[in-house]
C-alpha cells in the first residue's frame, strides 16, 4: 500500500478523537498532518453553555486540541479571528494558514443585483 501524500485531521469532536490514536502513534509519519479547524473545541461548547471551563470534559477537549495542534505540520481555519485565537492560545502563527470559504456571488448581492443576475444568467426558469 503507497503511503498518502498527507494525512488530514479536521476539528469536528467526533472525528477527531477517533484520529488521534493515528497521530500519535506516528501512523503515515512520512506524510505531513494538516489540521483543519472548524469550530474551536472545546471553547465553542462554553459559548452555548453545554461545559464551562472548569469541568472534566471542557479541560480534556482542551488537551487534545493542544495535542493536535502541536503535532501539525500546517492548521487550516476559515477566518481571521480563529488564526487570531489560535496564535494567543499559544499556537505557532507560521503553522496557521488562512483559506475563508466560498460563497456564491448570488448570495451577497442585493435584490436588485441578484434579480439582474439571474435574468442575465437564465436562472430560476423552468
Known amino acids: 500500500m503507497d503511503r498518502p501524500e498527507k494525512r ?3 476539528r469536528d469532536l467526533p472525528s477527531t478523537s477517533s484520529r488521534c490514536g493515528r497521530v500519535r502513534r506516528g501512523a503515515d509519519a512520512e506524510a505531513p498532518f494538516v489540521f483543519e479547524v472548524r469550530d474551536l473545541w472545546p471553547q465553542s461548547l462554553d459559548a452555548v453553555g453545554a ?3 472548569s469541568s472534566i470534559f471542557y479541560r480534556s477537549l482542551e488537551r487534545l486540541a493542544r495535542f493536535l495542534y502541536q503535532r501539525a ?18 499556537v505557532q502563527p507560521e503553522k496557521i494558514v488562512v483559506i475563508r ?3 456564491r456571488k448570488i448570495f451577497v448581492l442585493s435584490p436588485g443585483q ?3 443576475y439571474l435574468l442575465a444568467n437564465n436562472c430560476g426558469s423552468n
Open 101 to 103: 470559504n466560498g460563497v
Open 114 to 116: 441578484r434579480a439582474r
Open 51 to 53: 461545559a464551562p471551563p
Open 8 to 10: 488530514r485531521g479536521h
Open 73 to 90: 505540520d500546517r492548521i487550516v481555519v476559515d477566518g481571521e479571528w480563529k488564526r487570531s485565537t489560535l496564535a494567543a492560545a499559544g
